[in-house]
């Protein structure tokens, strides 16, 4: 089985280093990453290699959603995808997977707000600390 971190972000001047600790964290030492905006799917060359690439039992992992789609219909493709190549998908904020039936409906419905609450491009409040430990991450819900 292999285990495939994608971090992404949407521009130059934006940093992966929170999503790559994330992922690292969970013992993926090799995280493909972009730099390119999500927003029309377009351009995402590590993404779409890696899900041609992806075989039963594979898990495409990221660090938040809003890191790999932009709205309910990406979602359902995405999955859509990777279980045609009998793979999952994993999201590790807030965690949840493919694995399940559960699953399925949480990152449908997470992905009907994804466009809505934000992304890091919006000053997330979660910085690297948080990531690391040093601080303790307090969210507001929208």
């Not at 039963?56 to 990777?82: F, Q, S």
């Not at 793979?87 to 809505?116: I, K, N, Q, Y």
Request: proline share 4%; hydrophobic share 35%; aromatic share 2%.
């Amino acid at each position: 089985m292999t285990h495939g971190p994608y971090a992404r972000v949407s521009s130059i001047d934006q940093d992966l280093d929170l999503q790559v600790v994330k992922l690292k964290a969970e013992g993926r030492e090799i995280v493909r990453s972009e730099k390119v905006s999500g927003g029309s799917g377009e351009g995402r060359v590590e993404l779409e290699t890696m899900t041609q690439f992806l075989g039963p039992g594979d898990e495409l992992m990221v660090a938040r959603l809003d890191r790999l789609v932009r709205d309910t219909r990406d979602v359902l493709n995405l999955i859509h995808e990777c279980e045609q190549r009998q793979a999952f998908v994993t999201v590790l904020d807030p965690h949840v997977s493919t694995r399940g039936e559960m699953g399925h409906v949480v990152l449908t419905v997470r992905g009907a707000t994804v466009g809505e609450t934000g992304s890091e491009n919006q000053g997330d409040p979660l910085c690297l600390e948080h990531a690391v430990g040093d601080m303790d991450p307090v969210r507001e819900l929208p």
